[in-house]
């Protein structure tokens, strides 16, 4: 089955600086790549996905790219702000056929200091 | 627009005591529906997924059982709660080569 490994655990950075979050896949079937943001007490939110036809999506201070060879994909947050401070997830699945799942990473903890 | 309800928000019950947990969905058909839990650490544990009515998945064993009696429902179950059985446990629909919408997930503690 599918294998995701997420690195760092833990990142702590300044507010205004950037943040780069990567992860790892193992199954080359997989071709859809979410990132979800998960606050203290509540549950996982989509803040970013990324297909494998694509090799980098943006939305405003966030942005995702893909090696697709490499098997690996980054989360990417420039001017940090105290509010993005959260644990972040990263997740690989395939579309069609039996597999419907999520493999999830196990998740980065982002301390934005003011 | 779909919505996705889940409850207790907390729930602390003693070793030995049944458990149930519900999770609806609403604003969507024939969802795929998912139970994970978060222990201890922050990663997301996979327990239970369905396609379907009366089709439950299993991926990790444990003294936990899934149920879906209804297209939209899904409940988590235990006989016999453990002291291991605590945790943070969240509902999701979606998934496959989509988005998986997270409900607000129910905090268990088990004493």
């Known amino acids: 089955g599918e294998n995701v490994e997420q690195h760092p655990s833990t990142l702590s950075v300044q507010e205004g600086d950037s943040a780069v979050i990567k992860c790892t896949y193992s199954d080359s079937a997989s071709n859809y790549f979410p990132w979800y943001k998960q606050e203290l007490g509540k549950g996982p939110q989509l803040i970013i996905d990324i297909r494998s036809n694509v090799g980098e999506k943006k939305d405003q201070r966030i942005a995702v790219t893909l090696n697709k060879t490499a098997k690996h994909f980054s989360l990417h947050i420039t001017e940090t702000q105290p509010e993005d401070s959260a644990v972040y997830f990263c997740a690989a699945s395939k579309s069609g056929g039996s597999n419907y799942k999520l493999t999830f990473g196990k998740g980065t903890l982002l301390t934005v200091n003011p | 627009s779909q919505t996705i309800h889940q409850w207790p928000a907390t729930l602390v019950q003693p070793v030995g005591s049944p458990l149930s947990l519900e999770c609806t969905v609403e604003?969507?058909?024939?969802?795929?529906l998912y139970w994970y839990r978060q222990a201890a650490g922050r990663g997301l544990q996979l327990l239970f997924y369905s396609v379907g009515i009366g089709q439950i998945s299993s991926e990790v064993p444990q003294n936990l059982s899934a149920s879906r009696p209804q297209d939209r429902q899904f409940i988590l179950s235990s006989k016999k709660l453990l002291l291991s059985d605590s945790g943070f446990y969240l509902c999701a629909w979606g998934g496959g080569g989509t988005e998986a919408f997270f409900g607000q997930g129910t905090r268990l503690t088990v004493v």
């Open positions: 604003g969507t058909s024939n969802p795929n």
